[in-house]
Structures are given as structure tokens and as C-alpha cells.
């Protein structure tokens, strides 16, 4: 590979056609972020285009694909709002969009591709090839498949099979010199001895990625790949099989590819999908909003512009050029991904946040007995809560006091309050409360700020223990609001607590 800073081409539109894009995950194992930022980019290429997203499930590797992992992958895809034009549940000319009922087509055309002299038979050992390999290493050469069956005589071919072998589908490369210009990297160049001839079917029959893939994308006529750079080392050999079935009739024209960039993780190594901070469950569980997610997924590689990091998933799709995509590797930073959802999470009106928070207000995040919860005091407290959570699992824990019948106890939060001469200081606070107007928040400011006045403590130290007592930490929600809220019996009641207790 090389000649990674020559010029972009800009996206080959030109034609007139609408692009037709795919997103073909793999159902192994839970979704992931990468596997959500490549959706991304394929749906807002479609809808900015006004293209097609082809949505195709590559599950031809019965040992690591479940039909779990097919299920949360359609919820996640619904989930994050993503439609699609083909595919699972919606059909399509090119139906079915499941690998696994598909085999019948890779066999014809691995067939043809024999026939055709684009592959061929090869009878090698995994041993044999290993030991090869490691001669050629030795011997500071290419390492790859030296394409010891490419022309086997009937004798030898007739020998194997006496042996007992069964062989493995190859496909023939070209010796020739492969380049293309990549949508995200410019051009690529790669040399025949850098990409040996490769398997396209397992020696039980089954066909691999290297042949579906390429296949489908053909069938499905798709104008556009875009994936992530650990797919860039396949694509010289779908290119040049591309060309083959180009030659039998079977593609049309070879896809422009764009390879997005890696994401990187902790410690500036690779996100894997075993990363639990990779994890799009992790994501939902803490009270993601999509909106949010995909926002800050979009930045890993693109941006809108230099001076705005929060937009709408309709003005990404507005502006969105897949040629403008960064090849750099993107770093993943927790930090900002929340910082982005609290600015999305404040976007939405009073109503839709109440709403949105449901799930974090029931059983198995909210503590308190189902019959505890009041909607009434959910709904005047709610918008208090709205401007102060990252992320929307982090209600339950700032409206606990309103629904719990007793504070929470958090030991660290009542030694941090909790100082000497606090029992005096509640006392009054106590005293003055049970006097103020209750319907006003600022008269209960008032009678704490008068209370601490008294001990000489401003309002900031004057409301801490205050705090501690009727709620059990530190921080939270604007004080007197919640105090309001929570109304005076029970307020008080926790204030004496609080003083049984010191
Ligand atoms: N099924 C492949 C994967 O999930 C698709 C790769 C591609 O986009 O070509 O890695
Ligand atoms: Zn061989």
C-alpha cells in the first residue's frame, strides 16, 4: 500500500444514478460502536443522496453467528433510528438479505469461477502451507499463498484426491499491480506479490466472507462501500474478483470504496468489540439518547464544521460527504461522547424528557417500591433534573429522595456535611423552615440563608447539611425546589432525623 496523502476523488456521483450503499454486519456477538459509527455513515450517505441502504446480514459462519445477536442487531439498528430501503423485514429485489438462505448462489458462482479458470482447486495442508510459509519468511520473501496448485496436473490433482484430501476453492489473482482511489484515503496502490491467491470456499463446502461479500455487493449492485480500515487489505482482492464477474456477466461495475478510520480506545490502542466501553448496550443502559450517541459517533472520522460539535442527525445527513471523512485514526473520549448527549438531552422539550425517562424511574435501575413513586412530584421535579444529567440513567439517583422513604445513607456525604455545630445550625434551619412559605422556593431560601446568618455561615455551608439531612448527598438538584417538592412534613421529619442521629 502506498500514497496515502494523494487527492481524494470526490464521491463518483456523476452519473446520475442514485448510490446504493450497504450495511452488512456479522451477527457475532453484541453491537458494537464501530459497527454503529459504520451504519451511520452508510445511512446518512444514502439519505444525503437520496440513494439506497441496502442492510445485509453476512451470517454464512454458523460457528460464531447466533440468532441472538440477529435480534439485538435489528433492535439496535430501530433503536438508533436508522431505516433501511432493503433488507430483513422490508424486503427487496434482491431477497433474501440473509447470507445463510443465500448459499446456493455462492455455489453457482464459485462453480463458475472454476469453470472459468478464476480458481482453482487447492489440495495444501494447513501444515504444509504453514511450513512454507515459514521458509519463505526465513528466506525474506512474501509470505503468502505461493500458489503451489494453480496449475496442477490431472496426475497430481488425481493423487491428492488418492490421498484423500479434500480441497479448498482458491481464487486466482492477477499478476498485475492493483490501485484504486479510495473515497477516504486517496489512492491505493497495491503489488501483485502483497496479495497471493486466496480461499473463497472452506474444504466442507462452505463459502467465506471473500466470496459472499464481493458477491452480494455485486448482485445487490452496490455503488459504494464504506467500512472500516480493517477491511482495506481485502479490497484489492475484491476488486479483482469483481473483474471476474464482471467477465461472466455476473457484476456490473466495480463499487467505489471508502475505508473508514479506526477507533481508538484506552491507551490509544484499537477499540476491539470485546471492549466493554465498546459495548452500544452499555450505551443504551446508561441512558444514551440516540440522538446523542450517533452525534458524537459521527464526530470519530467527520465533522460538520470546526466551531460546532452538536447538530442534529438531520443536519449531519444535510451536510454529510463521505470524501470529507478524516483517515486518521479517531479517538474514542467517554467524556465528550457524554458531554454531547447532556447538550442533546437538554434539546429536548420538558415533555419528551419526562418520558424519555421512564425505564430509569421503574424496576431494575429505580430503587424504590413501585407504589412510592408519585407522578405528580416526578412531574413538577423533572424539569429541575433536565439541565443536570449526561446521561439519563443518572435521574434515579437525583430524584431518590423524593420517592425513597427515607435518604439514601451515604457515610461520605454526611462526614463531608456534617461538621461541628451543623446540630445548631439545623435546629435554627429547622425552626425558621417550619415558618416560611412553602409554596415559595425563595421564601425557603430565606430561612436557611437567615439560619446560617445566625452561625455565621454563608449559604453554601449553611445548605449542605441541610442537604445531607433530606436527601443523603452532597450534591443534587437546586435545593429549595426539591425541598418544595418533597413538601414540608417530610422535610422536616428528615431534618429531625438527622438530629436524632448527630
Ligand atoms: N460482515 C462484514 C463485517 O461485519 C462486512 C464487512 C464489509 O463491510 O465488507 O465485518
Ligand atoms: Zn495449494
Redesign the pocket.
Known amino acids: 500500500m502506498a500514497n496515502a496523502n494523494s487527492p481524494k476523488s470526490s464521491t463518483p456521483l456523476g452519473q446520475g444514478v442514485p448510490p446504493r450503499v450497504?450495511f452488512?454486519?456479522?451477527p457475532t456477538g453484541n453491537p458494537h460502536v464501530g459497527?454503529v459509527r459504520?451504519a451511520l455513515f452508510n445511512w446518512a450517505f444514502a439519505r444525503h443522496n437520496e440513494g439506497t441502504l441496502v442492510f445485509r446480514i453476512?451470517d454464512t459462519d454458523a460457528a460464531r453467528d447466533s440468532e441472538e445477536s440477529y435480534d439485538q442487531l435489528l433492535d439496535a439498528m430501530r433503536w438508533l433510528g436508522f431505516d433501511w430501503d432493503e433488507g430483513p423485514e422490508v424486503g427487496g429485489p434482491h431477497t433474501p438479505y440473509r447470507q445463510s438462505q443465500r448459499m446456493d448462489i455462492y455455489k453457482d458462482v464459485a462453480q463458475k469461477l472454476l469453470d472459468a479458470g478464476h480458481a482453482y482447486y487447492c489440495y495444501c495442508s494447513t501444515e504444509e502451507l504453514d511450513a512454507r510459509r515459514e521458509a519463505a519468511r526465513a528466506a525474506g520473501k512474501p509470505s503468502g499463498y505461493d500458489g503451489h496448485c494453480r496449475d496442477l496436473s490431472a496426475e497430481q490433482t488425481e493423487a491428492y484426491k488418492a490421498e484423500g484430501r479434500t480441497p479448498i476453492v482458491r481464487f486466482r489473482m492477477p499478476d498485475e499491480t492493483i490501485t484504486f482511489t479510495d473515497l477516504v484515503r486517496g489512492e491505493i496502490t497495491y503489488l501483485p506479490e502483497n496479495v497471493p491467491d486466496y480461499g473463497i470456499v472452506r474444504a466442507n463446502g462452505a463459502p467465506l466472507?471473500t466470496l459472499v461479500?464481493p458477491v452480494d455487493d455485486a448482485l445487490m449492485e452496490i455503488t459504494h462501500?464504506l467500512?472500516?480500515e480493517d477491511?482495506l487489505s481485502?479490497t484489492p482482492r475484491q476488486i479483482a474478483l469483481y473483474k471476474a464477474l464482471t467477465e461472466l456477466g455476473i457484476a456490473k461495475e466495480t463499487p467505489a470504496f471508502g475505508h473508514l478510520p479506526y477507533v481508538m480506545g484506552e491507551g490509544n490502542k484499537k477499540l476491539s468489540k470485546r471492549d466493554p466501553q465498546s459495548s452500544l448496550n452499555l450505551y443504551r443502559e446508561r441512558g444514551f439518547l440516540p440522538e446523542g450517541l450517533l452525534n458524537y459517533l459521527s464526530l470519530l472520522g467527520w465533522s460538520l464544521s470546526a466551531d460546532r460539535d452538536i447538530f442534529t442527525i438531520g443536519e449531519m445527513v444535510a451536510a454529510f460527504d463521505v470524501t470529507d471523512v478524516n483517515p486518521n485514526p479517531a479517538r474514542f473520549d467517554l467524556k465528550k461522547a457524554e458531554a454531547i448527549n447532556a447538550d442533546h438531552i437538554r434539546m429536548l422539550d420538558v415533555k419528551e424528557f419526562t418520558e424519555r425517562c421512564a425505564p430509569w424511574l421503574r424496576a431494575p435501575f429505580a430503587p424504590w417500591a413501585p407504589e412510592d413513586f408519585d407522578e405528580s412530584k416526578w412531574q413538577a421535579v423533572a424539569p429541575h433534573a433536565q439541565s443536570r444529567l449526561k446521561v439519563l440513567s443518572e435521574i434515579t439517583e437525583n430524584v431518590d429522595f423524593l420517592f425513597l422513604p427515607e435518604p439514601v445513607s451515604d457515610e461520605a456525604s454526611w462526614a463531608k456535611a456534617m461538621k461541628e455545630g451543623s446540630d445548631a445550625l439545623l435546629r435554627t434551619a429547622r425552626e425558621k423552615l417550619a415558618g416560611a412559605d412553602w409554596t415559595d422556593p425563595e421564601s425557603l431560601k430565606e430561612a436557611v440563608l437567615a439560619a446560617g446568618e445566625e452561625h455565621g455561615l454563608k449559604l453554601g455551608k449553611a445548605q449542605a447539611p441541610v442537604r445531607v439531612a433530606v436527601t443523603g448527598r452532597t450534591v443534587g438538584l437546586p435545593l429549595f425546589e426539591s425541598l418544595e417538592i418533597l413538601g414540608k412534613e417530610k422535610t422536616l421529619a428528615r431534618i429531625d432525623a438527622a438530629l436524632a442521629k448527630l
Open positions: 450497504r452488512c454486519p456479522s459497527l459504520t453476512e466472507y461479500n462501500v467500512r472500516g477491511l481485502s
